[in-house]
């Protein structure tokens, strides 16, 4: 489902203090992987998972999500392939303060032009698989640290995207909200067969996954 | 979709309760006083307009082609009383009076000043321009001998009600004639008939200057038609029929000024909701510029957060409308009806024979006008903050959280 090849990525490239972010990565992902893109701080998870969901560009080789080659894509075309095939959940939850969880979590689907009905219904559902449903009503600052990362799973997974890019989705969660939320995203992965690809050197996270993708100084290293 | 966009919006203008408040207090106080200045420099002038209307030239004023220049008894209009008959059969004519000027000097045992005596007819005066509201002291009435006077010549001779004066002339036959007046009543009219004017039963006076009943040194005509003047001077060639602001090209300055202030007032006003508008949404663009990353992130097109941005500008900018436009209302009302005292600089407005109290105008325009500078100032302050957000790369924000 997702292919790279030779992908390259430099920071400041040709300067003197340039950075060869990912070296070479060839990798492909299927259709309903629970995966996870490992290894120390600074050896380009975050660049490479960006680059995975066209949220940066590469330097050379190619990605493709379905056959479609997503790294000739302009920025606007780049901006509603991110809306319609991937969903995202970041370090911090960043949900939208003004909105209650119910329409954080419709959000995506309502910029897609989903009707209103369908997204309640789609709403209503991913909340109960997430166990924030009695939370619907709420501003998100009034939930905790944990629910708010759940808010945001909820938010990423509730347009059925083809993929769900996570990078360190529990930094800021305890253990026992890190387990909680890892639990959850895997039956969302089982029950609904959401292709999901973390970034994270976590130890709950790399409990949970089923495949390990090991990078180091941009190269994968073992998989 | 745009229910959601005006949601947030609207949400997040009141979101910063305080900061937007303080925007709208600002736009309000700042839009009610120049919408009151508006109305009283207006009103001053069109107080100014309607009392030399009233009291002098009306609308349009007929004279002599020679009288303006040259002002003796030869250069009167000749059959004014059958002008006036016809004047007053027209239909777009309101109201006409003809009057009888001479210039001459006044004196009583000490004082003396330069003058003229108007001779008027007290009921055409009445009708034609409310002459009675222009009594300050004591009554409206002329008799044989009696005279009312105007505010300030009264001032310089030193003269009051049941004073006398005597005022001397020409008469026709070039004779050096005097009158005794008493005086009985003070008149508070138009700035330069304040000066210099003293009514007189008109034929009462064209028995002591030895004239004919039918000659008038002026016909004053009341109109709302537009095209009455080249009407007349068509109809009087030998005449000249002059409309209110060639004959009074001060008060065409004045008027001309008073835009110019109030155009400055309007321009100073709407820069600062301008500023104010512009500051208020680049700090909250600046304070949610992680959001707007996110969404971007997620793939929300800027078109999208732009009318975000904007719509959040108009609720500011359209509250502060609202909120200025009541208090501009209210104050331009009380300003309307109870007006704005300054009798303490009243010497020097009176000699420019203004009241001491201004009432003010109260136009659509102004509301209207404000209305759209204010939708403009509030969609052009968001250029700035939205340059912010175009340049903004999602990747750096979300980096930033690490
Ligand atoms: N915008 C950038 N400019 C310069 N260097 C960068 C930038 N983003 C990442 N890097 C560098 O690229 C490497 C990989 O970073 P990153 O993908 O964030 O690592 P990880 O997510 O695994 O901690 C690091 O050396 C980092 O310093
Ligand atoms: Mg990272």
Known sequence: MIQLTDVQKYFYRGESREVHALKNINLTIEKGEFSLLNGPSGCGKTTLLNAIGALDSVDSGKIYLDEKEITTLSEDERTLLRLNEMGFVFQSYNLVPVLSVEENIGFIMKLRGFDDDVIKNRVHEVAELLEIENKLQSLPNTLSGGQQQRVAVARAVASKPKIILADEPTANLDSKNSIALMNMMRRLNEEEGVTILFASHDEYVIESVRRIIKLNDGGIVED | ?402
């Not at chain 2, 508006?38 to 004279?63: A, F, V, W």
């Not at chain 2, 009435?141 to 505010?151: D, H, N, V």
């Not at chain 2, 109290?357 to 109260?362: F, G, K, P, Q, W």
């Open chain 2, 1 to 402: 979709m745009f229910r959601l966009i005006l949601k947030l919006a609207w949400k997040n203008a009141f979101l910063r309760l305080s900061r937007t408040l303080l925007v709208v207090i600002m736009i309000a106080v700042s839009m009610s006083m120049m919408l009151s200045i508006q109305g009283i420099y207006d009103g001053m002038t069109s107080n100014l307009i309607d009392k030399t209307k009233r009291s002098d030239c009306g609308e349009i004023s007929l004279y002599n082609s020679h009288y303006r220049l040259n002002k003796n008894l030869d250069n009167v209009i000749k059959d004014a009383k059958g002008i006036e008959a016809s004047l007053n059969e027209r239909p777009d004519v309101q109201a006409v009076v003809r009057r009888l000027s001479v210039d001459g000097l006044s004196a009583t045992a000490r004082k003396s000043a330069f003058s003229s005596v108007v001779g008027i007819e007290l009921d055409d005066e009445i009708a034609f321009g409310r002459f009675d509201q222009f009594l300050v002291d004591g009554k409206l009435e002329l008799g044989k001998r009696g005279a009312l006077i105007g505010k300030e010549l009264a001032k310089t001779l030193k003269v009051h009600v049941g004073s006398k004066v005597i005022f001397s002339t020409q008469d026709s036959s070039g004779e050096i004639n005097a009158m005794a007046l008493k005086i009985r009543g003070i008149m508070q009219t138009s700035m330069v008939l304040d000066r210099s004017a003293l009514y007189v039963d008109r034929r009462h006076l064209e028995r002591f200057l030895g004239v004919s009943d039918t000659v008038a040194t002026q016909i004053a005509i009341r109109t709302e038609s537009s095209t009455l003047q080249a009407t007349l001077q068509k109809a009087y060639p030998q005449l000249s029929v002059m409309d209110f602001l060639e004959l009074n090209p001060m008060l065409k300055q004045m008027q001309d000024m008073m835009h110019i202030f109030n155009s400055i007032t309007f321009f100073i006003v709407i820069l600062v909701v301008f500023i104010g508008i512009l500051g208020v949404m680049y700090v909250s663009v600046l304070d949610r510029i992680r959001e707007f990353g996110i969404m971007r992130a997620v793939g929300m097109e800027y078109k999208y957060i732009r009318r975000e941005v904007l719509l959040e500008a108009l609720f500011v900018g359209v509250v502060g409308y609202v909120v200025g436009a009541i208090l501009g209302l209210l104050s331009l009302l009380y300003l309307h009806h109870y007006g704005l005292n300054l009798s303490q600089f009243s010497e020097g407005l009176a000699s420019f024979g203004l009241d001491t109290v201004l009432y003010a105008d109260i136009s659509p325009i102004y509301f209207i006008n404000t209305f759209l500078a204010i939708l403009s100032a509030s969609l052009l302050s968001v250029l700035l903050p939205l340059r912010k957000i175009k340049h903004l790369n999602p990747i750096e924000v979300i980096k930033a959280e690490t």
